[in-house]
Structures are given as structure tokens and as C-alpha cells.
Antibody
Framework: EVQLVESGGGLVQPGRSLRLSCAASGFTFDDYAMHWVRQVPGKGLEWVAGINWNSGKIAYADSVKGRVTISRDNAKKSLYLQMNSLRPEDTALYYC????????????????WGQGTMVAVSS | QAVLTQPSSLSASPGASASLTCTLRSGINVGSYRIYWYKQKPGSPPQYLLRYKSDSDNQQGSGVPSRFSGSTDASANAGILLISGLQSEDDADYYCMIWHSSAPVFGGGTKLTVL
């Protein structure tokens, strides 16, 4: 079964850090680019970051640039999001998502999504 | 002005058809973009429905029924998700997405109510 399972969310104080993980199964992980997308409960979707198959191409949304780092470990079939200097406006459900793009590049649709991990930033 | 604008809500009757629009900001030509559509039910992650740019450049998501289809309206500079034969399970939020300036951008979503 093709599956993405996120973990690492929780309640954290402003200014602190958190590392999210996403474990992939059921597909050849290192054939595809991956992304993090977040959603404030009851609101819309916001792309956070993307990474191509070999980590040679990475991009971030302006809202998180300089505070988050996306990475992957193909041997472990895992995607990560290191989040630093967290702000209350980072509170959201964070999804990892698989890109459909060919040759491991991103720039296409997201065909597989995890169930998400909730991050709450509050004092 | 947002890159992608979707009506916040739409209602339609079971068995009818619904056209969900995704209007691109002035200066961004719909004919130049692949538009991706997603469906999201409460408490669930988004589900990939399809991609549409033209009749020769489109892709249906795996397992997505053919009653979901895409098109564009060049005069309105909009992408359209057409759902025919509406069913109660189509009651959901629908999001469009494009890649613009090397980053994916989502529309604000349309809540489709089937009643």
C-alpha cells in the first residue's frame, strides 16, 4: 500500500524548534520529489517546501524561508522538516506529499498525501 | 490580488453537474499553466483529482471517476473542474493549484454542497 505517515508534531513555545518526519512506503521513494504542505484547521492549503529526488533542488515558501529546512534520507525512505524560530502563525496541520513529476523533479501535482501532523505554537 | 481565486461556496443538487472555477490573476494566462485539482473531505488529507492544461495535456488521477473532468475558459482566464452526475460523496472542499514562479500556489478553495 502506498503510504505517507507524518510524525513529530506537538505543542511548542514561540521561538522553539521542532522536527517533523514523514515515512514513505509502497513506492520507490527516491524516484520522486517530495513536499510539505500545511493547513490551518478550517482554512486553505499552503505549500511550505519542496525537495527533488537527490536533494539537489530545494525551495521554500517566503513565509518560512530562513526558518525551516527540508531534507530527505532516501535510504530510510524518509522526509524531514526542521522548523526553527517557530511563530504562532506556523500553527497548522502539516502534510507531506509526493510529487508526480518525472525523473524525480518537482513541478507537478501531488498525488499521495499523508494524514498530517499537527503543530501548535503557543506560550 | 491573489494568484488564484475560487468562489468560497457552491451548491448543487444530486444528479446535476457543477462547474467549479479557478480564476487566474490578470497577467497570468490560463493557457500557459497546468491546473491541478484536489478534493478534501473534513478530517481527511487532500485527494488528487486531475491535471488540465488542454485536451492534449491532461491527466486523470488514479482511480478518479471520469465524471470529474477539467477544462479552461480563456475568456474568463479560468480553469474549470466539472463534476457531472453529482453524488453525496462529492460534498467536499475543492482546491486548484498551479506552479507559478517556481512554487506551487493553491486557490482558497470552494466548498461544494450537494443537497
Amino acid at each position: 500500500e502506498v503510504q505517507l505517515v507524518e510524525s513529530g508534531g506537538g505543542l511548542v513555545q514561540p521561538g522553539r524548534s521542532l522536527r517533523l518526519s514523514c515515512a514513505a512506503s509502497g513506492f520507490t521513494f527516491d524516484d520522486y520529489a517530495m513536499h510539505w504542505v500545511r493547513q490551518v484547521p478550517g482554512k486553505g492549503l499552503e505549500w511550505v517546501a519542496g525537495i527533488n529526488w537527490n536533494s539537489g533542488k530545494i525551495a521554500y515558501a517566503d513565509s518560512v524561508k530562513g526558518r525551516v529546512t527540508i531534507s530527505r534520507d532516501n535510504a530510510k525512505k524518509s522526509l524531514y522538516l526542521q522548523m526553527n524560530s517557530l511563530r504562532p502563525e506556523d500553527t497548522a496541520l502539516y502534510y507531506c506529499a509526493k510529487d508526480t513529476g518525472a525523473y524525480g523533479d518537482y513541478g507537478s501535482g501531488f498525488d499521495i498525501w499523508g494524514q498530517g501532523t499537527m503543530v501548535a505554537v503557543s506560550s | 490580488q491573489a494568484v488564484l481565486t475560487q468562489p468560497s461556496s457552491l451548491s448543487a443538487s444530486p444528479g446535476a453537474s457543477a462547474s467549479l472555477t479557478c480564476t487566474l490573476r490578470s497577467g497570468i494566462n490560463v493557457g500557459s499553466y497546468r491546473i491541478y485539482w484536489y478534493k478534501q473531505k473534513p478530517g481527511s488529507p487532500p485527494q488528487y483529482l486531475l491535471r488540465y492544461k488542454s485536451d492534449s495535456d491532461n491527466q486523470q488521477g488514479s482511480g478518479v471517476p471520469s465524471r470529474f473532468s477539467g477544462s479552461t475558459d480563456a475568456s474568463a482566464n479560468a480553469g474549470i473542474l466539472l463534476i457531472s452526475g453529482l453524488q453525496s460523496e462529492d460534498d467536499a472542499d475543492y482546491y486548484c493549484m498551479i506552479w507559478h514562479s517556481s512554487a506551487p500556489v493553491f486557490g482558497g478553495g470552494t466548498k461544494l454542497t450537494v443537497l
